[in-house]
């Protein structure tokens, strides 16, 4: 009786005028290679935001996506509370 747990990003989409990155992380557990239990984690990385702590895949993906004009026109898209938000 072996039991194994696989890590993978099973998905990875570039979205919306801003060109977020959505990670889809899917956890497998089986038991002599029968799949038991399957989970799934999302998250997302915003133009401007820190990605080197992705994979390599998802790195090269938000270097070619996330551009200087990019990333200005997210950052100008945001209120912040100076801006006066209600």
């Known amino acids: 009786m072996a039991l194994t747990k696989t890590v993978v ?4 989409e570039v979205v919306g005028s801003y060109k977020s ?4 992380t899917a ?3 089986k ?3 029968v799949e038991l239990s399957r989970s799934f984690h999302r998250h997302v ?3 401007g935001q820190d990605y080197s702590g ?3 895949e998802v790195q090269a993906i938000c270097a070619a ?3 200087a004009e990019v990333v200005a026109a997210y950052e100008a898209s ?6 006066g938000a209600p």
């Open 78 to 83: 945001q209120v912040t509370p100076e801006d």
């Open 65 to 67: 996506v996330h551009t």
């Open 31 to 33: 038991e002599d290679g």
């Open 45 to 47: 990385v915003t133009a």
């Open 54 to 56: 992705e994979s390599t």
């Open 9 to 12: 990003e099973d998905k990875i």
């Open 21 to 24: 990155v959505q990670i889809r």
């Open 27 to 29: 956890t497998v557990i």
